[in-house]
Every structure is written in structure tokens, then in C-alpha cells.
């Protein structure tokens, strides 16, 4: 009997269905058709070609356009029981010819190259010979100029594979939707009546949200140390808030590492090994760090700052959670932040080949996009919703799933608050602003207040037992409905208006909108609330395996199969392969050694 698709999704993935795409993509490979597949980040496109690979005679070259990439996916193969190798500039030059003379010899059923090797005589030499029968384009979108991650040898593609004796199948992937990358793509690549296959934008796994803190740097520490021993990457717009933001983690305790433009190659591929390999949990870095992430146990992406526009922002907060798994996206916005982006549209120094026109259309079109995404860090409604509105994509009025959906608005009546507040400013003689009413209101007996002669006020104490936080929120939404108005610059001090009186003579009311309580969001985390002394458990044995593989922790199993592990507590082979992401080479290799900490726990339960 000869295996299908299912069965190698089984024996060597461990999977037992396809996610949405996938066997559209592997199907029309397997017809020999070539494919332009357009998936998010997360959504598997690397099964759309390392399943047909499994199926087909010849061997499959993977055009992939970063080291670190080959590398985790080439790792990742072996563990799964495939043959395969890289070949790229990391390699000795011995190396090189070694894994070339067995790839010769048809060692390896699955090859990586970075495009530039396409050029290199001896690479022709061997691609001559060899009888490939797929040739697969990872991050596609590099061979386009309007992308931002551009790659010139991307554009030798299409003359290497019109080179060969029988034209492959071609495989095209990207996470890049627009249509001049789409054109690009089938164009460059020059792909043959290709099957395009494009799935949602929607990441159901990810929580979206958008905070405005007061103090960003206190709100990181809380929301890291909320998530210790997870995965996390905090996004800052500048190098020197790199700095300075991995500065304070490392000082709290945090184990963080940076990335960014200014530090040399070696030590950029130091960092990024150390939080690939779970020795740093945190990487703090500009947007130079991402596309040759695979991680994909990612459980968190912070934006320390407000991107430049939605696309942007989509595709680093898409970093977090590519196994499937439950993972949060969180933006800590800030005015200051606009201010920032619209800073770097003025000053863009890579436009120097464009005309004075093409320049301020380029900025026209990088304003409007900034607007789009300081709405969607002040809208009130589904922040889901809202981006995949953006994309053009279908979506329900609400999600459930971010934080605009789980804040509950309530209409409070605030009229007692208001008169104390109106009347303490009026008896204070108009001459302070909202701190230092708030400080009076509250019975603060500073330095100051008692200089002032204010703790002798009437209105002094009123309301000591009202946080401080919340009579300020009433005198900011007291001042957006003109009750009273801020004067003077510099030291703003607060004064009534006329429409104060009526209130203070109790004749209107004031009414004001809330945010109730957020509800908590503890869906879907049942399972390893209950299992998290077994999870932890399973994570020191995965770590172990990792360390004496020398891969990293998520190439061993990816949290999902752990906490998939966690559901079952498979005893036996059998129960064991039943785990989602467990093939034959797994079990195998680690059935034993995670089935044994299973059964301990087994027994104490
Ligand atoms: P992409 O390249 O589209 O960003 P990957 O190919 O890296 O995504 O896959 C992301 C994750 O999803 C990997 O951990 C992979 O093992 C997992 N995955 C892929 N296909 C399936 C599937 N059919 N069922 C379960 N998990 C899958
Ligand atoms: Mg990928």
C-alpha cells in the first residue's frame, strides 16, 4: 500500500487534519500544478510543500531567504524524520561540498538554499543532475520591490529554474496580500497558471488589545511579570528605546536580550539564538527583528510604541502564538507615539531614487495609514473587527476576544462627585489645577496644601475616600462635557463654566461613561490551569532534549503538543501517537522519557 497526503501528515507531522488551505495547496502540487499560496503568519504554509516532497520522486529545493530560517525548519525535519540539509553561507567551505556530494548522491529528499547560491557554478553542477521535481518559494514577497524585506537575488530565480532540463513545479508562499506583491510574485517567479490559495486573515488564537497606561514602563513590568517563564517580544520604535527598555527588564529580574539595526551581526545572531533557545524569555528590538522568526511558542508581542500602520503592526503582533496556541497582543499607545511616526514619514532617507511628486504621494499615502492606526488605538469597538475590516476581510461585529470587546461601558451618575469637585475648585479660588483639587478633595495634607491655607477649606477631606485616579477621571470627563475648562499654559489651572451652576444648585445631573470592570479572559485556558504542575513538568523534559540536541525547546514539541499531552496523558504508544504533533520519529525518539513524567504524575493525582 502507498501512503497519501494523510498519512504523512500523520507519520511524519503528527497531524491528523489539514488547517484551511493546506490540502488545496498540497493537491494541486501533487497535480503538478504550480500553487501562489497567501496565508498568514501561523498558518502552516510550510506542510503545503514538505507534504507533497513526502509524496513526489525527485527531491524539493526550498528557496528561503534567512539562515536562521533553513536552519530551525531543516532542524525541525530531522526531528520529524525527514532527510534534510541547508546549504548556505554558514557552512565551511568543506561542509559546503560535503552536504553538496550527498545531496548528490541523493542523501537528502529536502534541500534549503538562500537564493545567492543559485548563481554559484558549482551548485548549477549539481542541480544539472539532480532530478528536482519541486521548487518552493518561501517568503515570496522578497522578490518584490514594494515589499519592505525586497531581496535582488529573489529575481534569479525564474532564470535558475529556466536553466533546468525539466521545469519543476513551483510553490510560491508569502503572508503579503496587496495586489502589486500578488503580480509581482506570479510575474517574477513566472508561475504557470498558478492555483492561488488564500485563507482569512483572522489569527483566532490571538488577543488583541490596546492600553493607555500612564506610567508605560511600570504597565511593561507588571504585564512581563504577569507572564513569567513564557516567550515574549517587546516592540519599541527606536534603538534607544531598545536600550533603555531591556535596560530596566534586566534590572527587574527580567531575562531580556535586544535587537536592533545598531548592534554588529555577531551579536545580533547571539541574542536572537539566546531567545530562540529559550536561555532569554524576553527579546526586546526595533522592527529589524522578525522575518526569520519561527518560534512558535511566542506567547506575547508588547508594542512598547504605537507602530506606523496596520500592516505593520499585524505582522510583528502575528509573531506571537504560530503553534496555535493562546497568545497576547498588546499596544501600549501613547500621543507621544504619533508624534514619533509621523517623525521617520517626514524624514524616510531610502527614497532618494524617487521624484519630488513620488516622494509626497509616498507621504501622503504613509500619513493616511498612520491615521488608520491611531484609530484603531482609540476606537471603542472590536479591535479584531477593526484590522480585519482593513484587510478587506469578513468579520463579525464583535469578537469576544479583545480588549474592547471584554470592557463592559456603563452610564454612571456622577452628580454628588461633580458638585464636590465643582465646589472645591470654586472655593479654592479657581486658581489650581486637576492635581491639586484632586490632593485637597482628598484630604492631602502636603506641604503645600498647608501653606495654602487649603486644609482649612470646607471642601477639604470631602472625599478621602475616592482613589485619587478616579476623581481625576471624573474632572477629565467633567472638562470633555465643558463643565469646566483648563486655563493658561504651562501650569493649566481649572475653572467653571456657566453650565456648572445649574449642577451645583442641584438642578441638572451629570452623567458620565465608564469602563466597567474587564471580564476576565480565561477562555480556553482551563486545560492547563488544571494540568500546569504536569505542563511545567514536560516543559524541564522538552528543555533537557533540547539542550542534547542543540535545538531549540519547540523543535523537540511545540507547546500545543504539550498541552495536547496534558488533555490525553497518554500511557501507552498507541495514546501517545494520538497526541497532535507527535509522529512515528517522536515517539520514538521521546515517547518514553515524556510518557514516564506522565505516569509520575499520574500517580500522585
Ligand atoms: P507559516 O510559515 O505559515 O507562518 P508554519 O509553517 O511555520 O507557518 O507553521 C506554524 C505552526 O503550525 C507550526 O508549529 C506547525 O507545526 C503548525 N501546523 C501546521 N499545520 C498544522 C496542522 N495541519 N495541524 C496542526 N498544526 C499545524
Ligand atoms: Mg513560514
Sequence with gaps: MTADKYDILKQYFGYTSFREGQEQAVDALLAGQDVLGIMPTGAGKSLCYQIPTLLLDGITLVISPLISLMKDQVNALVQQGVSAAYLNRSLTEAQYHKALANAANGQYKIIYVAPERLESASFLRFALHADISLVAVDEAHCVSQWGQDFRPSYLNINKFIARLHDRPIIGAFTATATDEVKSDIVRLLNLHHPAVVTTGFDRPNLFFSVMKPKNKSETLLKLIRERSNQSGVVYCSTRKKVEEVCELLNRSGVQATRYHAGLDDAERAGNQDDFVYDRKSVMVATNAFGMGIDKSDVRFVIHYNMPKNIESYYQEAGRAGRDGEEADCILLYSKADVSTCR?????????????????????????????????????????????????????????????????????????????????????????????????????????????????????????????????????????????????????????????????????????IRKARQQKSKTVDREIKAVNSELFEALKVVRLYYAKKKGVPAFVIFSDAALTDMCRVMPTTDQQFLSVSGVGRNKLEQYGEAFMRVIREYDKKA
Design 343 to 511: 517623525y521617520f514619514i517626514e524624514n524616510t532617507e531610502d527614497n532618494e531614487s524617487l521624484s519630488p511628486e513620488q516622494r509626497e504621494f509616498f507621504k501622503k499615502r504613509e500619513e493616511e495609514r498612520l491615521k488608520q492606526m491611531v484609530l484603531y488605538c482609540t476606537t471603542g469597538t472590536c479591535l479584531r473587527g477593526y484590522m480585519l475590516k482593513y484587510f478587506g476581510d469578513a468579520h463579525k461585529k464583535s469578537c469576544g476576544k479583545c480588549s474592547n470587546c471584554l470592557t463592559e461601558f456603563e452610564t454612571v451618575d456622577v452628580t454628588v462627585e461633580a458638585q464636590k469637585i465643582l465646589s472645591c475648585i470654586i472655593r479654592t479660588g479657581q486658581n489650581y489645577g486637576a492635581k491639586m483639587v484632586t490632593d485637597v478633595l482628598r484630604g492631602v495634607p502636603s506641604e503645600r496644601i498647608q501653606r495654602a491655607r487649603l486644609d482649612r477649606q470646607s471642601t477639604f477631606g470631602i472625599m478621602k475616600d475616592v482613589r485619587a485616579f478616579e476623581i481625576q477621571y471624573i474632572i477629565e470627563k467633567l472638562e470633555e462635557q465643558e463643565y469646566i475648562q483648563s486655563v493658561g499654559a504651562g501650569k493649566p489651572v481649572l475653572r467653571v463654566t456657566e453650565l456648572s451652576y445649574p449642577v451645583l444648585r442641584g438642578n441638572a445631573d451629570v452623567k
